[in-house]
């Protein structure tokens, strides 16, 4: 119950995966939450770090969620870090989106971070420390050509990250956003050619950023850092 724990949400692969090798190699006991447990099986291979806990859970579902959770704490203690990194995108025009889709991103994009984030806010209020890492993207920051519901239900996460920033402030929890764009990771499969993601960032280095900025100092707060392609 001495570990310090880590939970990931979309840690099956790309960034999620990449930031639990950091939390891992810092020698945290970190939970891999995902929908599909054998990618949560093939990023526990790459931890350096033989501590953690693949939990199979659809975040858009407070129950699941809860459940799972209830879990974490029960065998391994309160969370020390939640990363809100889940995320789901179906590019359209507004007017071609299918009802589905609108619901799979609001529901993934928005309402998982909510979900996941109001499990652990009483413990880290009560201890009066933790992190909160929302990995928001740049679609929270500007609207985009067929991005028009990705965008709506990051700007929510914006909208949510922001109001955990104020609600907070008066204590020791502390509260990171990342807004970055396009990564080189199989989110894009089957929506942009190779040849597009080839230019785009690693989902290593970016990992890498959010990992430095995000860690606790003393006297400071790195609220959010904007990355984009160049």
């Known amino acids: 119950m001495d570990n310090k724990v880590a939970v990931i949400t979309g840690a099956g692969s790309g960034l999620g995966a990449a930031l639990a090798r950091k939390y891992s190699n810092d020698g945290f006991h970190v939970c891999l939450l995902g929908r599909t447990e054998n990618k949560l099986e093939s990023t526990a291979k790459t931890l350096p770090n033989k501590s953690y806990s693949i939990f199979s859970v659809d975040i858009s579902s407070k129950k699941e969620v809860a459940n799972v959770f209830a879990n974490i704490k029960e065998n391994l203690g309160s969370v020390n870090v939640l990363v809100n990194n889940a995320g789901v995108g179906v590019f359209e025009l507004a007017e071609k989106l299918t009802e589905d889709a609108v619901h799979q991103m609001i529901d993934t994009n928005l309402k998982g971070t909510i979900f996941c984030t109001q499990e652990i806010l009483a413990d880290m209020k009560e201890q009066n420390s933790g992190s909160i890492i929302n990995i928001v993207s740049t679609a929270g920051l500007e609207g985009k050509e067929t991005e028009s519901v990705y965008c709506a239900s990051k700007f929510g996460m914006r909208g949510f990250h922001e109001s ?24 894009w499969d089957g929506i942009l050619d190779e ?36």
């Open 164 to 187: 955990l920033l104020v609600e907070l402030e008066d204590t020791d929890i502390h509260v990171f956003g990342a807004y970055m764009g396009g990564m080189s990771t199989e989110f």
């Open 195 to 230: 040849s597009v993601t080839s230019g785009l960032m690693d989902p290593e280095d970016i990992a890498d950023i959010i990992y430095h900025n995000a860690s606790i100092r003393k006297h400071l707060n790195v609220e959010q850092v904007v990355i984009k392609n160049h």
